[in-house]
T-cell receptor
């Protein structure tokens, strides 16, 4: 089983701050998802990446396959970014199901 | 991105009754759908993998006779919680993977169903 670890577990930031959430995993993967879960529970897929870097608006995700590490960055954070951010690893020997980290709870204050 | 719906979004039932949750891919065909359960303050845990036209594959510890999964078409999978008990109260989420021949396609998540068993 691929262990997926996230840090920090909880994060409070002031509006405008640059935020980094880290994710590490224990075995090789096919791809890694970054997900956002709002208090109502719904999950939105932010990124799926298997190498390099992806950017969407103020969000940037990077992955280093050799180091088995990924980061999610939020630039110019805003209170509406407050949510739980989850990384999830996809590897072929799991039937392509995702193995989830425990999530990082982010609170951005005005 | 693609849209996955779940119905109902919230259900409250009495102990001993059965509850059916539907997961639909609205604008794509999903050969594979996944069912997850999430307890408060916990991460999502995979319950089963559902492939269209075949039996679901259940994770260790998940009772297949209690959590019945049917994936009858490329756009619909159902999870039935039979003889529900209060300990089955949880947030159930499905995801679906678009199909174009690649197993690495992105998964899209439904909005979840909050089940409360009294």
């Amino acid at each position: 089983k691929n262990e997926v670890e996230q840090s920090p577990q909880n994060l409070t930031a002031q509006e405008g701050e640059f935020i980094t959430i880290n994710c590490s995993y224990s075995v090789g993967i096919s791809a890694l998802h970054w997900l956002q879960q709002h208090p109502g529970g719904g999950i939105v897929s932010l990124f799926m990446l298997s190498s390099g870097k992806k950017k969407h608006g103020r969000l940037i995700a990077t992955i280093n396959i050799q180091e088995k590490h990924s980061s999610l960055h939020i630039t110019a954070s805003h209170p509406r970014d407050s949510a739980v951010y989850i990384c999830a690893a996809l590897h072929s020997n799991s039937g392509y199901a995702l193995n989830f980290g425990k999530g990082t709870s982010l609170l951005v204050t005005p | 991105g693609a849209v996955v719906s779940q119905h109902p979004s919230r259900v409250i039932c009495k102990s001993g009754t059965s509850v059916k949750i539907e997961c639909r891919s609205l604008d794509f065909q999903a050969t594979t759908m996944f069912w997850y359960r999430q307890f408060p303050k916990q991460s999502l845990m995979l319950m089963a993998t559902s492939n269209e036209g075949s039996k679901a594959t259940y994770e260790q510890g998940v009772e297949k006779d209690k959590f019945l999964i049917n994936h009858a078409s490329l756009t619909l999978s159902t999870l039935t919680v039979t003889s529900a008990h209060p300990e089955d109260s949880s947030f159930y989420i499905c995801s679906a993977r678009d199909y174009d021949g690649s197993p690495y396609n992105e998964q899209f998540f439904g909005p979840g169903t909050r089940l409360t068993v009294l």
